[in-house]
Each structure stands twice: as C-alpha cells, then as structure tokens.
C-alpha cells in the first residue's frame, strides 16, 4: 500500500507541475499585456471581485472537506455502496450550495457602488461581477465528480483537462488583448472556455467512472449523517475564519484606499499564486496519502512522517519567503517599471502572512486527514474578528501596510492552535518541541531574509537584466546552503532524503 500512496503522489505532483509550468508562463505573459492595455484598474477590479465572491463561497460550509473525509475509508474498503451515497449527499449539497450562492451574489450588486472606488462606469463593473458569479457558480455543478477523484488520489486526472482549458484561454486572450480587445471580452473568453472545460470534464469522467453516474443509490446511514454533520458544523466556523483572513483584504483595501491599489498588490499576489500553486499543489498532493496513513498506520511512523513533511515545508515556504522578500521588488521593476511597486513595508508584511500560511499547511493537512475538525472551531471566531477589527484599525491608522498587521496577528493564532491539535488528538504528545522548533527555524528564516536584503542592496544599485541573473542565483545558493548545513544531520533531513530515493 506504501508503494501504492508514493505512486500516486509522484503521479499527481509531476502532472501538476506540467501544469503549473505552462500555467505560470502564459499567466505571467497574459498580465503583462493585461496591464499594458487596461492597466491597473482593471487589475484592482478582477481582485476585489475575486475576494468577494471568496466570501460568497463561506456557503459551501465545509461540506466538501467532510465528505471527502467520509470517502477515503469506503474507498480504501471498496465499499461501492456507501461511496454512492456519499457522492449522492454531495451532489444534492453544492446544488443548494450553487443556489444560494447565486442569490446572495445577485442581492451584492445593488452594494457594488459601496465596495468599488474607481473611476470605471458602474453599469459595466455590475457586467463584469455577474461574470464572475456564473464563473464561480458553474463550478460547483462538477466540484462533487472531481473531488472523488481527488479522494481516489488521482488528481492529475483532473489537472490534465485544466491545463487544457488555461493554455486555450490564455491564448485567446492574448490575441483578444492584442488586437484592441476590452476587458469584457477578455472575460467572457475565460468564461466560455471554462464552461466547456467543465462540461468535458465531466462527460469523461462519467465514461471513467460509472459509479459517478448510478441511479440506484441508498440512503446513508445514521451514524455517518451524525459525523458527517458534526463535521460539518465545526468546518462551517473554520469557514468563517478562512474567508475573514483570505477573502476580505482587497474588499478593504478597495473601501479604505482604493480600487487600484488593489490592483498593485494583486502584482504581488500573482508572484504568490505561480509559487504557491506548485507548493501548495505539492502537499496537497499528500492529503489523500496522509488519509491513508492515520487510517491505517501506527502513530509512531505518524510522528515520522510529520517530522519530515513539517522540515520539508519549512524549508520550501521559509526559502520562499527568503526569495520573494529579496526578488519581487526588483522582478517587477524590470517586469512592469516602478509605478506598480508597493512599498517595502507592505510588501514585506505581504510576504510574512503568507509564510506564516505555509507554517500551517502541513499540520492542517494531517487535520483533515484525521478528521480532526471539531477541536479547534472556537479558533476560526477569535480569527475572524481579529483579522477584521485590527485590519480595519492599522489601515485607518497605518495606510496599506495595515492590512496586513491584522492577517499577520489573526494568523500567528492558526500557528500556534493548529498544530496543538495535531500533537494533542492525533500524533498523542505534547507540541512543545514543535513550537521551539518552529521559532528557531523562523528566527533563521528572517535572519537570512536581512543578509539577502542587505547583499539586493550591493548588488541591485541599478535597474538591470544582468544583475537581477546574478540576484537569483545567489537567492538560490545561499539560504539553500545555510538550510543545508543547519538540517543535514536531523532525522528529518535523512528521512526526505529517503523520500527522494523512493
């Protein structure tokens, strides 16, 4: 079964790099002409709509956590019968999901005026949310069909018809944007292509796997409603504090400061989702595997194997936050010129929300593939209002940069709470190693931050291709090789090194 998991991960994580590759390199193309034809309001526009319906998304409750929770023991069981109802539950679940969706999206557009702050006619901002809505929408029609896929640990399966769908979108907008295209046309191709995606999507994997198209399926039973509802319940809280922390900062920055701020930091937040989809797609791809594992495995070679993925991700998002602190002013400066830079505080109180992120990504994934989503539901209200009242505060008080005091607070809460639960219910002892382990860590992370810094300033005196080559490669050499000498004689670092043999 080992062999089985590590198949299965290799497959989903080369198929889902493939993906991001050509995903990354047409987005970066695509924005870059995207800015020079329109320019940064519209950018503003298409981030603020896109936290906004986020927020819309608080409807789905959860539910689609606990019910591919409920799948991975059927599946490993090949219990035929209790996947069908599962699956049955789910499908009737994003329909009301979709519905309820779509009418609380359609009660928004009255209140556009209050949210949007730019100079673009109000009759076309309301054009392009409905856009965006039907996008969103759509999507929850297949979201029961390829999570079962996902549950089965065959998410390139999936990744494969997305790649297929960017590439055609991308390049019709290119050509669109090109040729004088406007921004309605440039979303109606993303909107037509991705209708068509999700219908292709679907009739293949009805072919693939008849059991998503049975008509005869019984009802659960009543022990699996009760936990699937207890699940439920404690994810519907963990919602509202995702959706506080992760979908509410550009509807802020939109309201307090403007629209086209928005916009330049969604240059930043572009730089994110290229490195973050393939990070996170990485550990994503372990999920189902970590599923398998507490199901089915001793809770010692659990505590192993945390330990190894936990140094793994901090290596990645510690040297991510590294490079992006030392690269990303200086990367779009010569991407996009200096107008569209943020300031050095924002961007790096920007970058430090999102390691702290990252610091939780592993730990949420053993979480939810033990199940555990009751113990910490109080955390997702404390995070919420945190992040809410602060940012509001230190934006009034701060200007942009406050935005983020607020995520960088409400998060270091999920830091600290996360991984307890994790120690506590699932890997049964204490997280004060953990703890100590991750200062130490972080504290080596932000002190090789300051040297990078320090060497950008010696080396970047002057905007220039060449030097910014020479920038990389020492952002790529140095904090690896300070990493290296720190880690290599931890039980962690022999245990990804035999990871990697595998």
């Known amino acids: 079964m080992e062999t089985s998991r590590t ?7 080369i198929y889902g790099y493939i993906s991001t590759i050509i995903s990354s390199v047409f987005s970066i193309i695509t924005r870059t002409i995207f800015v020079y034809v329109l320019g940064a309001q519209y950018l503003g ?66 209140f556009l005026d209050y949210l949007v702050n730019s100079d673009i006619p109000m009759n076309e901002i309301k054009i392009y949310y409905l856009i965006f809505l039907f996008n969103t929408v759509s999507s929850y029609f297949v979201t029961y069909k390829t999570s079962y896929v996902s549950a089965l640990q065959k998410e390139y399966i999936v990744t494969n018809t997305t790649t297929i769908g960017t590439i055609v979108t991308n390049i019709l907008q290119i050509i669109f944007l090109v040729v004088g295209g406007n921004y309605l046309s440039y979303l ?49 809280i963990h919602k509202i504090g995702d959706v506080s922390v992760n979908q509410t900062d550009n509807i802020i920055i939109s309201a307090f400061v403007n629209t086209t701020a928005v ?28 599923g398998n ?37 200086p990367f779009i400066t010569i991407w996009l ?48 209002i945190t992040n809410l009242v602060i940012s509001i505060i230190a934006i009034k008080g701060m200007g942009l940069p406050g935005i983020f005091v607020g995520t960088i607070i409400s998060r270091m809460i999920v830091v600290i709470v996360r991984p307890h639960i994790v120690y506590k219910y699932v890997l ?36 220039s291709i060449w030097r910014f080559v020479i920038l990389c490669i020492l952002t790529a050499i140095v904090p690896n090789l300070i990493f290296l000498v720190t880690f290599a004689r931890s039980d962690a670092f022999k245990g990804i090194l035999e990871k990697i043999r595998k």
């Open 337 to 384: 010129g200096k107008k569209l830079l943020l300031d050095n505080l924002t961007m790096i109180l920007y970058f430090i929300s999102l390691y702290l992120a990252g610091m939780t990504f592993i730990p949420y994934n053993f979480k939810v593939a033990a199940g555990r989503f009751d113990e910490d539901k109080w955390v997702a209200f404390v995070q919420a």
């Open 45 to 110: 526009v298409s981030g603020l709509f896109t936290n906004v319906l986020g927020v819309l998304s608080f409807t789905e409750l959860g539910i689609g956590a606990a019910i591919i929770f409920s799948l991975y023991k059927p599946i490993a069981e090949n219990d035929k019968e209790k996947i069908k109802s599962l699956l049955g539950l789910y499908k009737k679940a994003y329909r009301v999901i979709a519905f309820i969706v779509t009418l609380v999206g359609l009660i928004i557009i009255p």
């Open 188 to 236: 109606l191709i993303a909107a037509i292509i991705g209708l068509l995606q999700k219908i292709l999507t679907v009739i293949y994997l009805n072919k693939k796997y008849p059991i998503l198209t049975e008509k005869e399926v019984k009802p659960l039973d009543e022990v699996t409603k009760k936990n699937i509802w207890k699940n439920v319940k404690a994810l519907i």
């Open 428 to 463: 049964k002892q204490s997280a004060i190693r953990y703890y100590i382990r991750l200062t130490i860590r972080t504290c080596i992370a932000f002190a090789i931050c300051f040297l990078m810094w320090q060497i950008k300033n010696v080396i970047f005196i002057k905007v």
């Open 263 to 290: 916009g330049l930091l969604s240059n930043y937040t572009t730089l994110n989702t290229l490195i973050s989809t393939f990070t996170n797609r990485f550990f994503s791809s372990f999920t189902a595997s970590f």
């Open 293 to 329: 594992l507490v199901a089915k495995d001793s809770v010692e070679k659990q505590r192993k194997i945390f330990d190894i993925y936990d140094l793994l991700g901090f290596w990645i998002y510690g040297f991510v936050l590294i490079a992006f602190i030392t690269l990303s002013q």
């Open 7 to 13: 198949g299965y991960v290799k497959k989903n994580i």
